[in-house]
T-cell receptor, first 115, second 111 residues
């Protein structure tokens, strides 16, 4: 079975704090992609990052960083020095590269950054 | 801006009615996907088209149908609408499928 779990339903932090959003996935396939999307209050889904199953290198993009660990089936997302504009719902997703490319989304984590 | 356009942005209709949602993919993308986002079901995959052909079906109701036209735009038709169909409907596009870029969504309210 394929499944993505985002156990944190909602997180509140004060501006400038660091925050980590957890994502745990289940799959039997060896080849797959993992994604993070941001959904701000305006509603659109914004692509943040894609990781394939053979690349466990961590990635940093500005204040964002991602930690992919196959051993624990996790793909966590950290925002450093959070800002109010980071307030959004963040979704983790999984697809396989064989067959259809439908996304399996987690339930999302709502991040509230307070000024 | 993802390059994927969806119209209309908002739609208010009554139960039993039929509506059509439209999506134009990014230039060069052959695949179009439809997703439904509701409070109780989260983000659910509905259907995928690739270059005019249906490729995959997800949790799409029989009252719903879709198609992709030769110019690659796609339409999602929702009929015999029920209150529970109220949701945000997203279209996404990709070249093959690995990274999907989402449109701004159509917010449907069924009264």
């Amino acid at each position: 079975a394929q499944k993505v779990t985002q156990a944190q339903t909602e997180i509140s932090v004060v501006e400038k704090e660091d925050v980590t959003l957890d994502c745990v996935y289940e799959t039997r396939d060896t080849t797959y992609y993992l994604f993070w999307y941001k959904q701000p209050p305006s509603g659109e889904l914004v692509f943040l990052i894609r990781r394939n199953s053979f690349d466990e290198q961590n990635e940093i993009s500005g204040r964002y960083s991602w930690n992919f660990q196959k051993s624990t089936s996790s793909f966590n997302f950290t925002i450093t020095a959070s800002q109010v504009v980071d307030s959004a719902v963040y979704f983790c997703a999984l697809i396989h590269t064989s067959g259809t490319y439908k996304y399996i989304f987690g339930t999302g984590t709502r991040l509230k950054v307070l000024a | 801006d993802s390059g994927v356009t969806q119209t209309p942005k908002h739609l208010i209709t009554a139960t039993g009615q039929r509506v059509t949602l439209r999506c134009s993919p990014r230039s060069g993308d052959l695949s179009v996907y439809w997703y439904q986002q509701s409070l109780d079901q989260g983000l659910q995959f509905l259907i995928q088209y690739y270059n005019g052909e249906e490729r995959a079906k997800g949790n799409i109701l029989e009252r719903f149908s879709a198609q992709q036209f030769p110019d690659l735009h796609s339409e999602l038709n929702l009929s015999s609408l029920e209150l529970g169909d109220s949701a945000l409907y997203f279209c996404a596009s990709s070249v093959m499928g690995e990274t999907q870029y989402f449109g701004p969504g159509t917010r449907l309210l069924v009264l």
